[in-house]
Structures are given as structure tokens and as C-alpha cells.
């Protein structure tokens, strides 16, 4: 099986720092899409941020970034400036091939901003 | 624009029962995929429609089955609940293939007692 793996269950980081979850990945597909999700205690997934594996630049949002390294099979997210409502789970996804849209997702990583 | 929208958001029902969930996708979405997460699985594929057709179905018993309408709303059906079946389960949606983002929806919390 192609596997997630997030290799930090639970990680506490101080307010306004910045902040890097790690995710590494197998795949042998040519071409695949990589996901993170924020998921809150109310259980919804809030979407974050894509990186598609042939794109030539990393993935910003605001302040999110994901840190990929195509030849090392990673694809780490950094916060910067954390805040407390950054608190919660999150899960780094792969899109088995491009046009399937199953997602494969990690175990998870507990982040908790303390003030 | 609204998101995805699961109903319902709870619900608890006893073994031997059935359950149907709903998801209504984000407007212009027309692909819906289900997830079942559980504290030891963790989040897995169920399946995934589009165009009313199922494109793709993930390693769970026939028990569990779905489906689209014609206006990409999706349903997911679970017959002769078992205990094991307690899970937050998840639907997110996207336009449809060849697309990036996958939106979920709240998610259902169904407990089988």
C-alpha cells in the first residue's frame, strides 16, 4: 500500500511562532496531487492548501505553506505567526493518480498553540 | 456559495439497524466521495461518484453502499449496523476529475449501540 506517513503525533508550539508539520509519502504514480486538512474539534475537514506534484513552485496560502521536495517524497506544512485557533488535527492527503479522486490520508498530528 | 452539507449531523442507532446519511455538494460540484474515520483506522475511502456513476469504491463490506442523484446530491446507505460501524463519516466534493481541492462537509457522527 502507498502510504502517508506523519511521523509527529502531537506537537505544542508557542503563540506567534512558526510552526512545520512533517509528511513524507510512497508513490510510484508519475503524476499526483497532495492535500493538507486542518480538522477542528467540531470533526469538520477544512481544506488548506494543494500542491500538485508537477508544479514548479511550493504552495502558499496566506499563512500556510507546504515545503515540497519531489525527490525526497515530502511534502512539509508550515504556519507561520501561529495563532490559538490553530489548535487542532492535521492530515496530510494523497491523490492516488490525477482524475482519481481518492485520497489517501496520514495518521495525523495534534497541534496545540500555547498562549 | 454554501459548502458541503452532511445530514445528519448525529444520529445513534443500535445494531441490526440501517442508517442513511446525506451529502449535498458545494453548487457546480459534481463529484462526491465518502470517508469513514475512525480513532483506530483513521480516515479511509469508502467511494466516490460522479456523473451518478461510481467511479471508485474502497475495501468495505457490501454492506455499505451509496449513491448520486442527478443534481450530484449523494447518499450513503449502511445495512445490519454493527458496533465497528461508530465513525465521523465524511463526504467532501469537488468539481470533478482532473480538479485540485477536495471540500469536505461536517461530517456525520454515527454511534451504534
Known amino acids: 500500500a502507498q502510504k502517508i506517513t506523519q511521523t509527529q503525533p502531537g506537537m505544542f508550539v508557542q503563540e506567534k511562532e512558526a510552526v512545520t508539520l512533517d509528511c513524507t509519502y510512497d508513490?510510484?504514480?508519475?503524476?499526483?496531487?497532495l492535500f493538507w486538512y486542518k480538522q477542528p474539534s467540531s470533526g469538520e475537514m477544512i481544506f488548506l492548501i494543494y500542491?500538485?506534484?508537477?508544479?514548479?513552485q511550493n504552495a502558499t496560502e496566506g499563512r500556510y505553506s507546504l515545503n515540497f521536495q519531489k525527490a525526497r517524497k515530502s511534502a512539509n506544512l508550515v504556519i507561520s505567526a501561529s495563532q490559538l485557533g490553530d489548535s487542532a488535527m492535521y492530515f496530510c492527503?494523497?491523490?492516488?493518480?490525477?482524475?482519481?479522486?481518492?485520497?489517501?490520508f496520514g495518521t495525523g498530528t495534534r497541534l496545540t498553540i500555547i498562549p | 456559495k454554501a459548502g458541503v452539507t452532511q445530514t445528519p449531523r448525529y444520529l445513534i442507532k443500535t445494531r441490526g439497524q440501517q442508517v442513511t446519511l446525506s451529502c449535498s455538494p458545494i453548487?457546480?460540484?459534481?463529484?462526491v466521495s465518502w470517508y469513514q474515520q475512525t480513532p483506530g483506522q483513521g480516515l479511509q475511502f469508502l467511494f466516490e461518484?460522479?456523473?451518478?456513476?461510481?467511479?471508485n469504491k474502497g475495501n468495505f463490506p457490501g454492506r455499505f453502499s451509496g449513491r448520486q442523484f442527478s443534481n450530484s446530491r449523494s447518499e450513503m446507505n449502511v445495512s445490519t449496523l454493527e458496533l465497528g460501524d461508530s465513525a465521523l463519516y465524511l463526504c467532501?466534493?469537488?468539481?470533478?476529475?482532473?480538479?485540485?481541492?477536495?471540500?469536505f462537509g461536517e461530517g456525520s457522527r454515527l454511534t451504534v449501540l
Open positions: 461518484y460522479f456523473s451518478e456513476t461510481q467511479r
Open positions: 467532501a466534493s469537488n468539481e470533478g476529475p482532473e480538479t485540485g481541492e477536495l471540500f
Open positions: 508513490t510510484s504514480d508519475p503524476s499526483y496531487g
Open positions: 453548487s457546480g460540484h459534481r463529484s
Open positions: 492527503a494523497r491523490r492516488a493518480n490525477f482524475g482519481n479522486e481518492k485520497l489517501t
Open positions: 500542491q500538485g506534484s508537477y508544479d514548479q
